[in-house]
């Protein structure tokens, strides 16, 4: 009866639970690509986007869109929408999910910067902000050797 009480420490609920947050993420990234599909023929989208964040944006998110983004806008704007779909998709059959989460995270804080929400105060509220880069770190630190996964890395 003793050894029935025990429990063995194999993490296997939490890898569950992780494996589930991989592919929920995932299937958020898919959507989000196809929403940005049209900054891969016509990067000026992705332009006038920046120039709207660039009107209301603290000194550090002017910056950022000054020195970082807008030089780079021919390449991000096809580089975003890619991104997202890869990382999707790996997020979602369990492809080398650490790396996917850690680029997506990357992509996503960088983004948060562009737009300066990252700066708001509504950041810590938003269900897309916060929450999204939290589920991504977690993953980029403990994704590894999922339950359901296309590769065990």
């Known amino acids: 009866m003793a050894n029935a009480l025990k429990t063995k420490p194999t993490g296997g609920s ?5 494996r589930v947050l991989a ?6 990234f898919v959507f989000n690509a196809l929403d940005k599909a049209a900054w891969i023929a016509d990067s000026g ?5 920046l120039r709207g964040w660039f009107e209301a944006a603290p000194p550090a998110t002017r910056w950022y869109i000054e020195t970082v983004a807008m030089p780079g806008v ?5 580089l975003v929408p890619v991104v997202e779909l890869a990382a ?12 996917a989460a ?3 995270f990357v992509m996503v ?3 948060h910067v562009a737009s300066g929400f990252v700066f708001d105060r509504g950041f810590l509220i938003d269900g897309t ?3 999204v880069l939290g589920g991504l770190l977690a993953l980029a630190i403990g994704g590894s050797r999922l339950p359901l996964s296309v590769s065990r890395q």
């Open 23 to 28: 592919f929920m993420l995932g299937v958020f």
């Open 129 to 131: 902000a916060f929450p």
């Open 88 to 99: 999707g998709a790996s997020l979602i059959l369990g492809f080398w999910t650490r790396l």
């Open 45 to 49: 989208i992705f332009e006038e986007q």
């Open 102 to 104: 850690t680029v997506a």
């Open 109 to 111: 804080a960088n983004l």
């Open 74 to 78: 021919p390449l991000f704007a096809r």
């Open 14 to 18: 939490y890898a569950v639970g992780l």
